[in-house]
């Protein structure tokens, strides 16, 4: 779990704020997925990123949310607008590429308040 | 539609016995399932993967089975322990569908010493 870096790990917003979490994923992986935690819930996909290419952004909600994953730098999950719904774990995983990709490896997760 | 459904209740079991986790999925080709932990306010943690064309996987106390035409898999902790108690997540990963990972709800393991 160390090798995946999120930041922050707790984050409250106001309604109407924006919320910026940020991933680093493990060393040699260039693949980054995100999801989100309700308590008491499964993990939801909402995003699958390579470096500069959104390959299934399928679970992403229409609106206010984003993500990206530059060339250089961290994978960023940008969410506008925050409503209270918003407020979730939202955990980020990295792997390699190809068939060895086949297991993902998590980071601690970012917990969002919004207040 | 897709579903992956692990148990339903919460497993309590007395230390040293097996616990026996399930996960079902529905809708699903599978080509690899994993099993990972999670604990309260962490990530998950990978434990086993098993691949499509293999019935079992063995790891120290684990041990996962995978039965493609029930759709289901097992998951075993052998002489359970209390530092064993966490949530058990299983996960499947399909080869055409953009190969996104697809997580159950997980199942909450308490082993009473």
């Known amino acids: 779990n160390a090798g995946v870096m999120q930041n922050p790990r707790h984050l409250v917003r106001r309604r109407g704020q924006e919320a910026r979490l940020r991933c680093s994923p493990m060393k040699g992986h260039s693949h980054v997925y995100w999801y989100r935690q309700l308590p008491e819930e499964g993990l939801k996909f909402m995003v699958y990123?390579?470096?500069?290419?959104?390959?299934?952004e399928s679970g992403m909600p229409k609106e206010r949310f984003s993500a990206e994953f530059p060339k250089e730098g961290p994978s960023i999950l940008r969410i506008q607008q925050v409503v209270r719904g918003d407020s979730a774990a939202y955990f980020c995983?990295?792997?390699?590429?190809?068939?060895?990709?086949?297991?993902?490896?998590f980071g601690e997760g970012s917990w969002l308040t919004v207040v | 539609s897709q579903k992956i459904e692990q148990n339903s209740e919460a497993l309590n079991i007395q230390e040293g016995k097996t616990a026996t986790l399930t996960c079902n999925y529905t809708n699903y080709s599978p080509a690899y399932l994993q099993w990972y932990r999670q604990d309260p306010g962490r990530g998950p943690v990978f434990l086993l993967l098993?691949?499509?064309?293999?019935k079992e996987k063995r790891k120290e106390r684990l041990k996962v089975t995978f039965d493609t035409t029930l759709k289901q898999s097992l998951f075993h902790i052998t002489a359970s322990q209390p530092a064993d108690s966490a949530t058990y997540l299983c996960?499947?990963?399909?080869?055409?569908?953009?190969?996104?990972?697809?997580f159950g709800t997980g199942t909450s393991l308490t082993v009473i010493p």
């Open positions: 996960a499947l990963r399909e080869t055409n569908t953009g190969n996104q990972f697809y």
């Open positions: 990123l390579q470096k500069e290419n959104i390959i299934d």
């Open positions: 995983a990295s792997s390699r590429p190809g068939s060895s990709g086949n297991t993902i490896y």
């Open positions: 098993i691949r499509e064309n293999e």
